[in-house]
């Protein structure tokens, strides 16, 4: 922490898992450094509920964090479960699996955010 606070670091990006949290010391001792974790679960579109993410999400909620994003760039074939790419309403989809998502991480406290997308990435429609 001493490192990046003579870095003058303001927030550090963090790849968690679902399951197992950071321990709450490290992440209480960014907070109180002034430096602001983001964590980022990546994992294949639609694996996870909210029911499942929820204990998760409360315990990071409760020691300060604000910001969890879920799932990894949902512009690419490879963030898709077998041959969902390539059904259609694919947009539509996305939106019902990220919808229960973006509310649970509002219902535990946290602000809501949308994964990132691969510039470029695969998906066909540039209208």
């Not at 197992?20 to 010391?25: C, I, S, V």
């Not at 760039?73 to 989809?93: F, H, I």
Request: aromatic share 10%.
């Amino acid at each position: 922490i001493a490192q990046l606070r003579a870095l003058d670091a303001g927030w550090l990006y963090l790849p968690v898992s679902t399951e197992q949290a950071l321990p709450e010391g490290f992440v209480k001792g960014l907070l109180e450094a002034g430096i602001e974790p983001v964590l980022h679960v990546s994992c294949t579109l639609g694996s996870l509920r909210p029911a499942e993410l929820n204990p998760l999400l409360y315990s990071y909620a409760h020691w300060g964090v604000e910001y969890i994003v879920i799932y990894d760039r949902p512009n690419q074939k490879s963030q898709w479960a077998g041959n969902s790419w390539t059904r259609r309403g694919l947009v539509d989809r996305f939106l019902d699996t990220m919808l229960p998502t973006l509310q649970a991480q509002h219902g535990s406290g946290l602000r809501p955010v949308l994964p990132p997308l691969q510039p470029g990435g695969d998906y066909w429609d540039t209208a």
